[in-house]
């Protein structure tokens, strides 16, 4: 397999590529080190690079291969780590000058899990699009553009074909929002699919029911693999629930009901955004799949929520003792009132989600924009507080040629049916495209 073949393909052809000896995982390992190098100057979203143990790991998965042992459809693959995923030997600064000297001495869970399955680590990644502890991390279509946060280094390096996959963090679409400015394909599972042991900062999806761990790629196909590996108990984090995952491939969406809304009150996307998940709506719907257009009851309601979420007092100790790292902003009556809003609003997502398999909407306000730029709304936020599966895939581009992307929203733990739209989207519409870098 040629070395420009290598770079840009999925996850999942490369893993069988090396299967069938057609290609080393020392080659490919190589292969992207050389690409990391050449494009990392320019767009500052690898912040460690790991090359010698890579090199290591890599040689393991060859030798192992030669003994017979297969350990994954991943097994010898490469893939990255947004710096906010403890990895054992490796510096883990979780964009905070506190920890610039945090060495962790174990791997998060889904990082052991992915070594576990023969795939080889290249380094951890950048956090924040214009961090004052990294510096500005850019996107690779222009440089002077954000790929926005927080797992921008990982959106930055996939897109590039530095790195074929990779494991980022989501809260309020940290994996979403990068996957659709850098024109990826991202994973946000349902809450309590993936365990969170070994994220930094410290969670625990009782306090934070938003944050989860979950895969980036290009492709959407490597999502499903690689959440296949990440997934299940730990007997660790408390939260993790050993559900079955269905098979996407076995999905037919022609049987699915779909809605989907381009805004809602208080939330009006750009022109470019509006129009491409208007044309993705009716590109479904000429699939053969039933789709109309509503939104959810209350979903206006997720940015005041969110708000009071933020004001609710936190531990920086989440494991033994109670260490407030501010008083709060809220009294115990009103964090109970918040509670009894957050309740309300999750009830009212479900009784919605009753009558469609899946929701269709735009990413964000705008596609990436000048790094600088003023935040803008994510339509993200709404569906991080009830822990839906979502799934973000290229559907277009901005008048300027920048990527395009729509989110996939689909019922809890139907992550199958959110990746079975996603694909036909990408399928269809064209799905991630090289950039000019």
Known sequence: MPVADIIYASAVQVGEAIRKKQVSSLEVTEAHLDRIRDVNPKLNAVFYLAEEAARQAAQKADDELARGIWRSPLHGVPFTVKDWIEVAGMPCVANDEKYRNHVPTQDATAVARMIEAGCVLLGKTSVIEDSKVYGPTHNPYRLDYSPS??????????????????????????????????????????????????????????????????????FVEDLDVCLRIISGVDWRDASVVPMPIE?????????????????YPGAEPSPDCGRVTRSTA????????????????????????????WSRAGSEDLSEEWMPLTDGRM??????????????????????????????????????????????????????????????????????????GVQVVARPWREDVALAVAKLIESGLGGWQKPPL
């Open 149 to 218: 946060g927080s797992s921008s280094g990982e959106a930055a390096i996939i897109a590039a074909g530095g790195s074929p996959l990779g494991l980022g963090s989501d809260s309020g679409g940290s994996i979403r929002d990068p996957a659709h400015c850098c024109g990826i394909a991202g994973l946000r599972p349902t809450t309590g699919r993936v365990p969170v042991t070994g994220h930094l900062p410290r969670i625990t999806t009782l306090v934070d029911p938003r944050t989860v761990i979950g895969p980036m790629a290009r």
């Open 247 to 263: 098979d996407w491939k076995q999905v037919n969406p022609r049987e699915l009901r779909g809605a989907f809304y381009s805004h």
């Open 282 to 309: 009716q590109f479904l719907v000429d699939s053969g799949i039933e789709v109309t257009e509503a939104s959810p009851n209350r979903v206006e309601e997720y940015w005041t929520i969110t708000q009071d979420y």
């Open 331 to 404: 009294s115990g009556l009103e964090v109970e009132h918040h509670l009894f809003q957050w309740d309300r609003y999750r009830r009212s997502l479900i009784k919605f989600m009753e009558q469609y398999d899946f929701i269709l909407t735009p990413v964000a306000e705008f596609p990436a924009r000048k790094l600088g730029s003023d935040g803008c709304v994510s339509f993200c936020l709404p569906y991080s507080l009830v822990g839906y599966p979502c799934v973000v895939v290229r559907a277009g581009s901005a008048a300027d040629g920048m990527p395009v």
